[in-house]
């Protein structure tokens, strides 16, 4: 038995019983109809996407990028500054001391107005030369050269090359003092001198800052081997018989006669003199006797009496061959007494015109004599009257 209200509606009815729920009765339609679903969650900033480590990775992405960017310019701007026309409006001459590194050697270009950055000639020259260096030595850089240009020429090492020359006939005392007096060449010479004989006349090419002693070693190994090379070349027949002999008389036979023509016979007067025992009465034995390695003054004379002096070198008076060569010959000279003319001439005298005449005999001989001094009177008397017109005039 259930209790009722005015309504008619039981307890019950209304919608729960003590300790239930109420159950509210729904029409089919409400009931076939879905329930609400649920809103997703709003779209929040996820706390990774928040944290300070990305936001400090895109920093450093926009860093990067821009240095790229700065750094790509930079480039381009080194580049460019590298390949284009310098500012030299005239050829100069630029020296790379030995030992100079990159930085020493761009400071000074920088310097002397060659280019333009040495920052930019430091770095791209190094990326350039891939390991390789820059060599010392004088060069002469062109008006308008690029640094490219000026890296290509330091290291290629074709530096400006000077020369000394060393004629054939001169003692080595002669030579030492052209080595010194050479504005160019560096450094001291050995206060010993070398042998006579022992030095190769030529002509020597140097770069600046060669050192004096470094031509001298030069020119000492060059005549060794020139003389070893021509003696094992030479006739088996000779009346020499050592290398110091040979130079000796190719010494005799450079000083004699400065003709090509004229070398292989005044060799072989010589030589012919030896093997008969004959003294050989070279007159520039006895100019080395007497001034030595300093040379005859141009305006001394020979006279009668030096040919009488007693020197070591004086062949008027010793027999045979001087102790030392009286000069350096030079390659003519030696392969003259090497492989000489086949003659029987024990004679020769100036023919007055820069040249010999041979003979075989004394009488011969003394004829040509005659006819040099007489030649030798006529140019005298000639200068004489010459001279004596221009002082009336």
Do not use: C
């Not at 190769?200 to 190994?221: E, N, V, W």
């Amino acid at each position: 038995m259930s209790d009722t209200n005015d309504s008619g509606e039981t307890q019950f009815g209304r919608g729960e019983t003590s300790g239930q729920p109420r159950i509210i009765p729904k029409s089919a339609n409400e009931a076939l109809r879905p329930e609400q679903v649920p809103q997703p969650p709003s779209r929040r900033r996820s706390r990774k996407a928040r944290s300070q480590l990305v936001i400090f990775l895109n920093f450093v992405m926009t860093v990067v990028v821009f240095a790229t960017i700065i750094g790509v310019g930079i480039f381009y701007y080194g580049v460019k500054s590298y390949e284009e026309q310098g500012p030299l409006t005239a050829n100069t001459n630029f020296i790379v001391r030995a030992g100079a590194g990159t930085n020493e050697i761009a400071a000074n270009l920088e310097r002397n107005n060659i280019i333009t950055d040495s920052r930019v000639f430091r770095v791209l020259s190094r990326v350039y030369l891939d390991g390789q260096t820059l060599k010392a030595g004088e060069y002469e850089i062109k008006s308008g050269a690029t640094m490219r240009d000026i890296v290509e020429l330091l290291k290629s090492g074709k530096s400006i090359l000077y020369s000394v020359s060393v004629p054939e006939g001169l003692t080595v005392k002669q030579i030492f003092k052209r080595l010194k007096d050479d504005p160019v060449l560096e450094g001291d010479l050995p206060a010993d001198l070398p042998v006579e004989g022992t030095l190769m006349p030529d002509t020597y090419k140097f770069s600046r800052g060669t050192k004096r002693a470094d031509i001298l070693h030069q020119m000492q190994d060059a005549q060794k081997a020139l003389i070893d090379q021509i003696w094992e070349r030479r006739d088996d027949d000779l009346p020499i018989a050592t290398r110091e002999e040979f130079v000796t008389l190719a010494s005799i036979v450079e000083k004699e006669t400065g003709r090509a023509d004229e070398r292989s016979r005044v060799a072989s007067v010589f030589l012919n003199r030896l093997d008969k025992g004959m003294r050989l009465q070279s007159d520039p034995t006895i100019i080395y006797g007497i001034f030595g390695g300093d040379g005859k003054p141009a305006e001394r004379p020979i006279y009668q009496s030096d040919l009488e002096k007693q020197t070591p070198f004086n062949t008027y008076v010793i027999k045979g061959l001087p102790p030392t060569p009286i000069a350096n010959p030079g390659r003519a000279a030696l392969e003259a007494v090497a492989n000489p003319s086949r003659t029987t001439d024990l004679y020769f005298v100036a023919d007055g015109t820069g040249g010999h005449v041979f003979a075989e005999t004394l009488d011969e001989h003394n004829q040509n004599v005659r006819r040099w001094r007489k030649l030798e009177a006529e140019k005298a008397a000639e200068a004489a009257k010459a001279a004596g017109a221009t002082g009336s005039q």
